[in-house]
């Protein structure tokens, strides 16, 4: 099966919104012919109560921004200067006001979200040795296998490559017993299995 190019790809989705748009908003049948999508005296019902609904993509291409800036209300970004939290403090409000102003320039307003990984405790080093202590549970079997299976799909041609980054292997120590209440690992989000948080923060 031919696998669509990425920037096709928001294209067919951008021409798919503009046609839900109008389908939630008219009270009429719509018809409609366009480079995707054809529909003959389309309908939704019953209409949104309150307008259409909340839209939220999350992207890092030039493609999914403009689409965020077209379509979207909320948009979910990640750190061009890669996931340590300097790096990320330093280009982060660059490329939010730089996607806020491409949607003023269709006339749309958009809010920006991100996902840091945080480990609060009362100290750094109490911090950092909690986080040192999520990786050394870590699945690792699960999260190579979960690391193959993006792999698998760009080799195939549904995922463009992304810049690999450098992280050292950690393995469980065959000393430790699991945590009370079984493996920590298994109670925590899948994103921490990464070993890619470099966000830990102190509060006094």
């Known amino acids: 099966m031919q696998r669509l190019d990425h920037d096709l790809r928001y294209d067919m989705a951008g021409e798919f919104v503009a ?18 999508w054809q529909l003959e005296d389309a309908f939704v019902r ?13 992207s890092g291409s030039s493609a999914g ?5 077209r379509h ?22 660059e490329l939010t006001t730089s996607l806020k102003a491409k949607a ?3 006339g749309r307003q958009i809010r920006t979200i991100i996902n840091p990984m945080i480990v609060c405790r009362p100290t750094e080093a109490e911090a950092r040795a909690y986080y040192d202590r999520i990786l050394d549970l870590a699945d690792m079997e699960a999260r190579y296998g979960l690391r193959q299976s993006f792999q698998e799909r760009r080799r195939c041609g549904m995922e463009k490559p992304r810049p690999a980054r450098s992280h050292p292997r ?13 493996r920590l690992a298994d109670r925590l989000e899948p994103s921490w299995m990464r070993g890619d948080a470099d966000l830990v923060l102190r509060l006094s």
């Not at 389908?23 to 018809?31: G, I, K, M, V």
């Not at 950690?170 to 079984?182: N, S, T, V």
Request: without cysteine; aromatic residues 10%; proline residues 9%.
């Open 72 to 93: 979207s209300d909320l948009v979910f970004i990640t750190s061009p200067g890669g996931a340590h939290i300097n790096r990320a403090l330093d280009v982060l409000p």
């Open 170 to 182: 950690r393995q469980r120590p065959p000393d430790r017993e699991p945590a009370a209440g079984g």
């Open 19 to 36: 046609i839900m748009k109008s389908l939630w908003r008219s009270e009429q049948n719509l018809t409609h012919s366009g480079r995707f």
């Open 104 to 106: 003023r320039s269709y």
């Open 46 to 58: 019953p209409k949104r109560r309150y307008g259409r609904p909340i839209l939220v993509n999350a």
């Open 65 to 69: 921004f403009s689409f965020a800036a």
